[in-house]
């Protein structure tokens, strides 16, 4: 027969199975919640980034010349479409550089949705932006959109082939 020790140990045994089973429910079901609120958020970001507006931006700028970094930093300050397109996809690349960098969002999502339009973006305007961190005593200006195509191009090379 079983002595009572024997049967608390067992009693303990099967309480400690019990707990474990719980705790790894539970980091499983909080890494399956975290991964869907992840892409819910960057779905409503690519869904702003595939606005008209957000389209017509992108061609204007696309088909913008730029000349020097005189034209570049008054550009910055109008009014007109074509600044309101340059600081708008400025803020929008610096706000998910952001989130990127704080891991909310993996790169991974940016990479394979946003790769091409981010590329030419930075390619065109980043050593504008660069001056004007200089120009300005502003040396925070797009750090987040430069970290964002950094790390785009780099998971780019590493992962899906691009360069």
């Not at 970001?45 to 000349?67: C, G, H, M, Q």
């Not at 996809?89 to 990127?100: D, F, H, I, M, R």
């Not at 305007?125 to 300005?136: D, L, M, P, T």
Request: glycine fraction near 6%.
């Amino acid at each position: 027969m079983a002595e009572f020790t024997e049967i608390q140990a067992a009693y303990y045994m099967v309480a400690a199975t019990g707990v474990l089973v719980a705790a790894v429910y539970y980091v499983l079901n909080m890494r399956a919640n975290s991964k869907a609120r992840q892409a819910q958020m960057f779905m409503g970001i690519y869904e702003r980034f595939n606005t008209p507006e957000a389209i017509d931006s992108s061609i204007r700028l696309l088909n913008l010349k730029v000349k020097d970094f005189d034209e570049f930093h008054r550009l910055l300050n109008e009014s007109n479409a074509d600044g309101r397109s340059l600081n708008w996809y400025s803020a929008y690349y610096e706000g998910l550089g952001v989130l990127v960098r704080e891991k909310f969002i993996d790169i991974r999502l940016v990479s394979l949705l946003m790769y091409g339009e981010l590329k030419w973006f930075w390619e065109k305007y980043g050593s504008y932006w660069r001056q004007y961190r200089v120009a300005e005593s502003y040396p925070r200006a797009m750090v987040e959109g430069e970290f964002l195509y950094d790390s785009v191009m780099e998971y780019g090379k590493k992962h899906l082939g691009q360069g």
